[in-house]
């Protein structure tokens, strides 16, 4: 079955800079990645999705791109603020959705 | 929001009781789901209803229990649980009819259990 793998499992940046959050999938029939943001206490939200015909794709501070041969996508987080500190998933469909294992990232004021 | 609501947000419950999670949609989607999330591991997908039958079933113990009598219901009915079985429940929906799960999942806010 589908194996997605996510790092770094936590990740601490200053307000402003950067975050990036990547994830590998084993099954080369995955065609969707969606991106989940779940704050404490609350409900996983989507985010940002990809499809497998597109590379790359931006939503504001938000970017997601997709290197289907080496079969690894990436979330960036640009501007990053206090409220962007959340637990990030990443997950993959081929003929069935499989979650990474999270990123707690903090953003410190 | 009230999109997909889960009840009870909170259950404690012995190894011998019988208890059941409810999950209801009001987004008219056709496919259903329940996640397993323990900490520090992925979400489990569980269970997949779409169109009222169940097309998935990822090697669940048996002590778990699906039950979907319309495309906006959902239950999980539990019996004889272990302690290992204490983690926060997911409900969610799609609206794809297919079980393609290629389409936005949308999230319940959970039951949190708690086994004795």
């Known amino acids: 079955g589908e194996n997605v793998e996510q790092h770094p499992s936590t990740l601490s940046v200053q307000e402003g800079d950067s975050a990036v959050i990547k994830c590998t999938y084993s099954?080369?029939?995955?065609?969707?990645f969606p991106w989940y943001k779940q704050e404490l206490g609350k409900r996983p939200q989507l985010i940002i999705d990809?499809?497998?015909?597109?590379g790359e794709k931006k939503d504001q501070r938000i970017a997601v791109t997709l290197n289907k041969t080496a079969k690894h996508f990436s979330l960036h987080i640009t501007e990053t603020q206090p409220e962007d500190s959340a637990v990030y998933f990443c997950?993959?469909?081929?003929?069935?959705?499989?979650f990474g294992s999270g990123t707690q990232l903090t953003v410190l004021p | 929001e009230t999109g997909v609501t889960q009840t009870p947000r909170h259950l404690v419950m012995g190894m011998t009781n019988k208890k059941s999670l409810k999950c209801e949609q009001h987004?008219?989607?056709?496919?259903m789901y329940w996640y397993k999330q323990s900490a520090k591991k992925p979400l489990e997908l569980m269970f997949v209803?779409?169109?009222?039958?169940?097309?998935e079933n990822n090697s669940v113990p048996s002590r778990f229990s699906p039950e979907c009598p319309n495309s906006s219901h959902l239950f999980l009915h539990l019996h004889t649980l272990q302690p290992e079985d204490s983690a926060l429940y997911l409900c969610a929906s799609s609206p794809l009819p297919d079980g393609a799960f290629t389409d936005t999942q949308y999230f319940g806010p959970g039951t949190r259990l708690t086994v004795l």
């Open positions: 099954d080369s029939a995955s065609n969707y």
């Open positions: 987004l008219g989607h056709n496919a």
């Open positions: 209803y779409s169109l009222e039958e169940r097309v």
């Open positions: 997950a993959a469909i081929a003929r069935q959705l499989t």
């Open positions: 990809i499809r497998s015909n597109v």
